[in-house]
C-alpha cells in the first residue's frame, strides 16, 4: 500500500470516527434529557437522576427526532402518546455528518413542563440535559479512540 493509500485509509477512518462520536453522543444526550427526574406526582418520587419529571411518560414518550425540520407541539397531544424513541434512534443511526439533528417534544404541555409557567417552576430537562454535551462528546470521543486504533 502507498502513501496516498494510507492516507487516505487514515482520513477514511476518522471521518467514521467523527460520525459515531456524533451518533453515540446524540443518543446520550436523548438519554440524558428523557432520564426520570424528581416528579410532583402523584404518586411523588424522588426520580433516576434526571430532570424529567415523570408521571405517566406521555412528555418522554413525545420525544421525536428528524434531519428536516424541527418536529412541531401538537396542541392536541395530552395523553396516550405513541413511544417516539425508537424513531429518534433510527434517524439518530442515519443521519451522515454535516447533516442536523432536530429533537423536540411534541406533547402539547412540553413547553410550561420545561420553562414553567405562572407561579409553576419549570424543570428545564431540557437546558439540564444540553449543558452536558461538552462532557457526552468527551467521553465518546475517548471511547471510540479506545476501540483499539493506533
Same mark, same amino acid.
Given at each position: 500500500? #502507498?502513501? $496516498?493509500?494510507?492516507?487516505?485509509?487514515?482520513?477514511?477512518?476518522? %471521518?467514521?470516527?467523527?460520525?459515531?462520536?456524533?451518533?453515540?453522543?446524540? $443518543?446520550?444526550?436523548?438519554?440524558?434529557?428523557?432520564?426520570?427526574? &424528581?416528579?410532583? !406526582?402523584? &404518586?411523588?418520587?424522588? #426520580?433516576?437522576?434526571?430532570?424529567?419529571?415523570? $408521571? +405517566? !411518560?406521555? %412528555?418522554?414518550?413525545?420525544?421525536?427526532?428528524?434531519?428536516?425540520?424541527?418536529?412541531? =407541539?401538537? &396542541?392536541?397531544?395530552? $395523553?396516550?402518546?405513541?413511544?417516539? +424513541? &425508537?424513531?429518534?434512534?433510527?434517524? =439518530?443511526?442515519?443521519?451522515? %455528518?454535516?447533516?442536523?439533528?432536530?429533537? #423536540?417534544?411534541? /406533547?402539547? @404541555? /412540553? %413547553?410550561?413542563?420545561? @420553562? !414553567?409557567?405562572?407561579?409553576?417552576?419549570? @424543570?428545564?430537562?431540557?437546558?439540564?440535559?444540553? /449543558?452536558?454535551?461538552?462532557? =457526552?462528546?468527551?467521553?465518546?470521543?475517548?471511547?471510540?479512540?479506545?476501540?483499539?486504533?493506533?
Amino acid at each position: 500500500m #502507498g502513501f $496516498q493509500d494510507e492516507v487516505r485509509a487514515e482520513v477514511n477512518q476518522a %471521518l467514521v470516527d467523527v460520525r459515531t462520536v456524533f451518533r453515540y453522543s446524540v $443518543q446520550d444526550l436523548v438519554e440524558s434529557v428523557t432520564l426520570e427526574g &424528581p416528579s410532583k !406526582g402523584p &404518586p411523588s418520587v424522588p #426520580g433516576r437522576g434526571g430532570w424529567m419529571p415523570v $408521571q +405517566l !411518560g406521555n %412528555l418522554r414518550r413525545s420525544l421525536r427526532a428528524s434531519t428536516s425540520q424541527m418536529p412541531q =407541539i401538537n &396542541p392536541a397531544l395530552h $395523553q396516550n402518546v405513541s413511544d417516539g +424513541l &425508537p424513531e429518534v434512534a433510527f434517524v =439518530i443511526a442515519g443521519t451522515e %455528518l454535516g447533516e442536523t439533528i432536530h429533537l #423536540g417534544f411534541t /406533547a402539547a @404541555y /412540553a %413547553l410550561p413542563v420545561n @420553562y !414553567g409557567h405562572g407561579s409553576f417552576a419549570g @424543570y428545564h430537562f431540557v437546558e439540564n440535559a444540553s /449543558a452536558k454535551w461538552d462532557a =457526552i462528546v468527551a467521553e465518546n470521543d475517548a471511547k471510540v479512540r479506545s476501540f483499539g486504533r493506533t
